[in-house]
């Protein structure tokens, strides 16, 4: 049978912990949106390795502020007891720059998303939330069985009400255990009194610019989830699904 | 199904100690910068608080290999040398920098028992040290450049710092100027570089004279300075804070 909603279908009920912490995480990660492109807006260049420039070749860089491609920059000088090709440059361009507020305010809502992120860690392995609504059972694992979910999704066949459903909870449990921990890993890297004391980070990111990338490609794949979950919550009863999260019972 | 309240004291009590957490542990410790009462300076204060408490604070940044210096722009607010850049020209510096340097003395002053001046010569009769760094910059790139200078401890030491210091505050020829507390200013990374990558400086990379401090972002990294005070109070030396930017750049 097709439907095209299941406005019948029992939505799955929140504890209060995770009604809270998931609006703290939601509009955090919103202002880290937000910030994060506004960040980004100042130097729009991303690299590969442990450091990268103006002047030096970049992976690729985005259209996204007056400071794409821009050209003003004095000329070269080189150094003498270098045999690189580095050399030295001052801009004479009057760049596009709101970090001011742009970083205060992505590390302030970043404080409120790791804080709420280990208290959510805490408490869903101490409740067994983890363990029991968001790990697939043994031998549910399988692509067969994934891809069959996958596509069920788009027949939009509902599956056990007041339950996640397999792809739902490897979903979940991919954004919680492996993406968040990633951009915010990779946040840490790019902090020069951070990487003092844990060095280890540059190491596993591959230098300074590999983190700043993965931490944006991450912060893409992250912004996907949500565009994804909120269509599925859509689809699934919009207003039902934003009761029960937010302040339903 | 399970709950019956509309908010549960378990929501209202994680919603609370996390917001209200974050504002308050700034607020009560008397060793954090003045916040101003604002939303985000108690952000960068709470930064601060948890980079110097849960930090090593005698960790050296990473340190490179010569085959991995690379080219390094230059941002910063313009050439006190030139006429034409009204808002960092000075001429006592174009004086100095028409004469190579030679003139040029380093002032110390404040909470120190011998303040004076120091001539390069004398700078460089002090320790020295070369290490070849990343500097990292709020803008979102970074570069890696060799830089050779004496630390500031050392300069610090032979002027006979009070124990009563608690900040020292820079300032450039350009009108630049930051602060920093002990912790950097005594950091063994921290050093007032006279050369880069085996030459003296070039002269928009903070020729004679210009700060490194490795464990925090580029904008604290003083180019051109003229002088330097020791302070026992906290000191927004160019007003960072009142201009938006956070004090502590430690991230």
Redesign the interface.
Same mark, same amino acid.
């Given at each position: 049978m097709i439907v095209s909603q299941n406005p019948n279908a029992e939505a799955v &009920?929140h504890?209060?912990?995770v009604?809270?912490?998931h609006?703290?995480i939601t509009i955090s990660f919103l202002v880290l949106t937000v910030s994060g492109y506004v960040?980004?807006m100042?130097?729009p260049?991303l690299y590969w390795g442990?450091?990268?420039?103006?002047?030096?070749p970049a992976l690729f860089e985005l259209p996204i502020s007056r400071n794409y491609h821009h050209n003003g920059?004095?000329k !070269?000088?080189s =150094?003498?007891?270098?045999n690189?090709g580095?050399?030295?440059? #001052?801009?004479t361009y009057d $760049?596009f720059?709101q970090?001011?507020?742009g970083? !205060?305010?992505h /590390?302030?809502a970043a404080? /409120?998303l790791v $804080?709420?992120g280990i208290?959510y860690l805490l408490a869903g392995f101490i409740t067994g939330h983890f363990r029991f609504n968001l790990s697939p059972r043994r031998g549910e694992l399988r692509l067969k069985l994934l891809w069959r979910d996958f596509i069920s999704h788009f027949r939009m066949q509902p599956h056990t009400p007041g339950k996640y459903g397999l792809l739902q909870r490897v979903t979940y449990i991919s954004v919680i255990f492996f993406l968040f921990p990633v951009v915010i890993l990779t946040g840490f890297t790019? &902090?020069?009194? *951070?990487?003092? !004391?844990?060095?280890f980070l540059?190491k596993i990111f591959f230098g300074?610019?590999s983190a700043?990338t993965i931490h944006f490609f991450a912060a893409i794949l992250l912004l996907l989830f949500l565009v994804v979950h909120l269509v599925m919550i859509a689809r699934s009863g919009f207003k039902k699904n934003i009761w029960k999260i937010t =302040?339903g019972? | 199904?399970?709950?019956?309240k509309? *908010?549960?004291?378990?929501?209202?009590i994680? #919603?609370g100690?996390?917001?209200a957490?974050?504002l308050l542990l700034s607020g009560c410790l008397k060793k954090a910068p003045p916040t101003y009462g604002n *939303?985000?300076?108690?952000?960068?204060d709470?930064?601060y608080i948890a980079?110097r408490g849960l930090? &090593?604070q005698r #960790?050296?940044?990473?340190e490179?290999q010569k085959?991995?210096?690379? &080219?390094?722009?230059?941002?910063?607010i313009g050439?006190p040398a030139d006429p034409a850049s009204k808002k960092t020209y000075n001429k006592v510096y174009q004086q100095l920098q028409s004469d190579g340097f030679k003139n040029y003395a380093l002032t110390v002053e404040g909470s120190v028992a011998r303040p004076g001046k120091y001539a390069m010569a004398d700078l460089k009769k002090l320790a020295q040290r070369t290490q070849i760094t990343?500097h990292?910059? +709020?803008?979102?790139? !970074? #570069?890696?450049a060799e830089w050779t200078g004496v630390p500031l401890s050392a300069v610090l030491k032979d002027a006979g710092i009070l124990q009563t210091a608690r900040f020292v505050s820079f300032y450039g020829f350009d009108g630049y100027a930051e602060s920093i507390d002990m912790l950097d200013a005594f950091h063994p990374q921290t050093i007032l570089a006279h050369t880069?990558?085996? +030459?003296g400086l070039?002269a928009?990379?903070g020729a004679p004279l210009r700060l490194r401090v +490795?464990?925090? $972002?580029g904008y604290k990294n003083v180019k051109f300075i003229q002088r330097i005070v020791v302070s026992d109070k906290f000191v927004d030396a160019a007003d960072d804070i009142k201009?938006?930017?956070?004090w502590y750049t430690? *991230?």
């Open positions: &009920s504890r209060g912990w009604k809270g912490s609006f703290i960040i980004l100042s130097h260049r442990k450091a990268g420039n103006d002047l030096t920059w004095d !070269s000088i =150094f003498k007891h270098l690189g580095q050399v030295t440059a #001052a801009r $760049i720059n970090n001011g507020w970083r !205060s305010t /590390f302030l404080w /409120f $804080i709420t208290v790019m &902090s020069p009194a *951070i990487t003092a !004391s844990c060095p540059l300074h610019q700043r =302040f019972r | 199904m399970r709950k019956t509309l *908010i549960s004291r378990r929501q209202a994680f #919603a100690i996390t917001s957490g974050a *939303i985000l300076r108690m952000g960068d709470l930064t980079q930090l &090593s #960790a050296l940044a990473p490179y085959n991995e210096i690379t &080219s390094f722009p230059v941002t910063d050439d990343r990292t910059c +709020e803008e979102g790139w !970074s #570069a890696i880069m990558n085996g +030459e070039p928009r990379n +490795e464990t925090q $972002i201009g938006g930017w956070s430690g *991230i």
